[in-house]
């Protein structure tokens, strides 16, 4: 998403912050926002004990109802608008809208709960939306490879699959910048792709 109304506005770029429940997106989002961020946490309720299974994550006693919201300038030209996506499936169409003009996306996965990314990366990789996943590191849970990682989730090689913890700041601007060098990449490949002209064969005689 850019904006760009006279030769002196900033162009904003979009980018989601994705992942099952409890996997820590609206953490990631508060950790590397400039700002005082957005958030439409809301109280766990015994109601919505049976719509959202706290296997795993019993010590959640919040979650997203609508987004997270955060921001990074990262020079005087460009600033990253961050949107923490809700992880429960009856708010997943609120996702449509918020991934209208985005950049790209951070899949941020959970360990103990691994299964609950993949309706993300389903998502993005039906809308041709490029991403990356980023294994959230809860302390005290088994640590697994990006290699196994990739193996359990069905990811392709041109994926990546990198390590963070969405409590630091430090590991979650690596992550972003790790999504920044993927979406350079593979802009550049399909520039590559679309410029080549294939030889041709035929011999030019009449």
Avoid at 39 to 61: N, R
Avoid at 166 to 193: I, W
Wanted: aromatic share 8%; proline share 4%; glycine share 10%.
């Amino acid at each position: 998403m850019a904006y760009a109304n006279d030769c002196d506005a900033p162009v904003t770029l979009k980018v989601l912050v994705a992942g099952g429940f409890g996997a820590g997106k609206t953490t990631f989002v508060g950790a590397v926002s400039e700002i005082e961020p957005l958030s439409t946490e809301e109280l766990l309720s015994d109601l919505g004990a049976g719509a959202d299974p706290l296997h795993g994550v019993e010590a959640k006693t919040t979650t997203t109802v609508a987004l997270d919201f955060g921001r990074i300038t990262l020079d005087d030209r460009h600033v990253l608008y961050l949107f923490g996506t809700p992880g429960q499936h009856r708010f997943w169409f609120l996702w449509e809208e918020l991934c209208a003009g985005a950049l790209g996306a951070v899949v941020l996965a959970d360990t103990r709960r691994l299964a609950d990314c993949f309706p993300a990366v389903d998502f993005f990789e039906r809308r041709g939306i490029g991403f990356i996943v980023a294994v959230n590191e809860f302390d005290s849970c088994h640590r697994y490879t990006p290699e196994e990682v990739r193996d359990a989730v069905g990811l392709g090689p041109e994926v990546p699959v990198v390590r963070c913890d969405a409590r630091l700041t430090g590991s979650g601007t690596v992550t972003l910048a790790s999504l920044v060098r993927h979406l350079l990449c593979t802009s550049a490949a399909r520039s590559m792709s679309t410029t080549s002209t294939p030889l041709s064969t035929d011999s030019g005689e009449t």
